[in-house]
């Protein structure tokens, strides 16, 4: 931190200096070594075929910029060809293009939610849904994690205390930060059972999991009580999000939500890279066969030195528990050649500061097991 400041910073620097003395500091820090800590799981980032979509799209024309809203002069071919094929590919009625994640959620609840309405969110899931549940108009609740009963009581305690709205029921497919699953199947059906609607945000499954990398939601077809949200900056390698829902809810979004209406539209070169990224999910399922024989192959290697996990995905959480620990055993593997990045508090909660360690197709076999080895070195003599 700067040393000379004006007292108008003061608090500034207080708060700084907490963070710092928590070993809560955050600072950026550039990409070095091999990666497993990046969303790039199927390696598209990169991907020479989206550059060249990308390319013959400049090069017929296509703006850098959108240049402003979709609802004046933004809405571009491309953002709608997009939206085509997104519907259809992850059979939704309708689907329609923010310019991120993070933005999709805080926009779908701060718009559709209504006053009087109750949001039951599951106590993982992201900041963006925290935050747009806090913005909004309906009343909140938390339940449990990845319990459907806890959502079902949530529910029939609001009613019996007279709530009278719609319910609306928000969940990951797959958690960022535990790697572990929603038991959709149970959502689906408390959804149903009380004329809901259920939310489900795919941003670590799109592209990973379902027939050729739907998401998770995409077998449950296409319902008016299903709104699906589809991150393109992960496995999609791109950036920006798709919010896939009937055709009723796009447009009252169109006509309503503010972080819609009110922002320049995302840049039609993104659309056409999720676009290509789409195609290649279609066309290159073996991708995602790949992705899964690595997530295997690091479950198992990690089982060798008696380490378990609950959920089998590519997300895997190393509980550290303390915060200093868990950044010297990851400076300690990023001096190893691996990149693998500290979580602390509060992205997690207090005390349990881990690596989250993510697989992609950026690495090899022979990268997972050198890494797997370098942490239990690094580990050795450590009581879990």
């Known amino acids: 931190m700067n040393a000379v400041h004006s007292v108008k910073l003061d608090e500034y620097v207080a708060a700084l200096s907490a963070l710092k003395s928590d070993n809560r500091l955050r600072g950026l820090q550039r990409r ?30 296509t703006p850098v910029g959108a240049g402003g809203s979709r609802l004046l002069r933004g809405n571009c071919e491309e953002h709608e060809r997009l939206e085509a094929e997104a519907a259809r590919f992850f059979r939704a009625e309708a689907a329609l293009f923010f310019g991120g994640g993070y933005v999709a ?10 006053k ?60 960022s ?24 945000d795919e941003a670590h499954a799109t592209g990973v999991y379902g027939e050729l990398g739907r998401g998770l939601a995409a077998s449950y077809g296409e319902r008016e009580n299903l709104l ?31 972080p819609f209406i009110f922002a320049t539209a995302p840049s039609p070169l993104m659309a056409v890279a999720v676009l290509e990224a789409l195609l290649i999910l279609q066309e290159q399922p073996e991708r995602q066969q790949h992705l899964a024989r690595l997530v295997a192959l690091t479950h198992e290697e990690m089982s060798v030195h008696g380490w378990r996990s609950s959920a089998v995905s590519q997300i895997v959480p190393y509980i550290v ?11 300690a593997l990023q001096g190893r050649g ?31 097991r050198a890494m797997v080895e370098a942490l239990f070195e690094e580990t050795t003599g450590w009581s879990q």
């Open 228 to 258: 699906v949200l589809h991150t393109c900056g992960k496995a999609l390698g791109a950036a920006g999000a798709l919010v896939t829902a009937s055709g009723v809810l796009r447009d009252f979004m169109i006509n309503r939500c503010r």
């Open 105 to 114: 959620n805080f926009a779908v609840l701060t718009t559709l939610p209504r």
């Open 321 to 331: 528990g303390d915060n200093v620990r868990a950044m010297r055993l990851a400076s």
């Open 338 to 368: 691996f990149d693998i990045r500290a979580i602390r508090p509060p992205t997690v909660p207090a005390g349990t500061a881990r690596l989250r360690i993510s697989l992609t197709l950026n690495v090899q076999e022979d990268d997972v």
């Open 32 to 61: 070095a070594g091999l990666d497993f800590v990046s969303n790039d799981y199927l390696a598209l980032a990169n991907s020479p075929r989206m550059r060249m979509a990308i390319s013959a799209a400049l090069d017929a024309g």
């Open 177 to 200: 930060m535990d790697g572990d699953f929603a038991p959709l199947g149970e959502l689906i059906e408390i959804a149903d059972r009380h004329d809901a609607f259920l939310i489900v």
């Open 116 to 175: 009087g309405d109750l949001l039951v969110l599951d106590a993982l899931v992201h900041a963006s849904i925290h935050e747009g549940a806090r913005a909004g108009r309906a009343e909140f609740r938390i339940s449990a994690h990845n319990d459907a009963q806890s959502v079902e009581s949530t529910i029939r305690d609001w009613r019996a205390k007279g709530g009278a709205g719609r319910v609306w029921i928000v969940a990951e497919s797959l958690y």
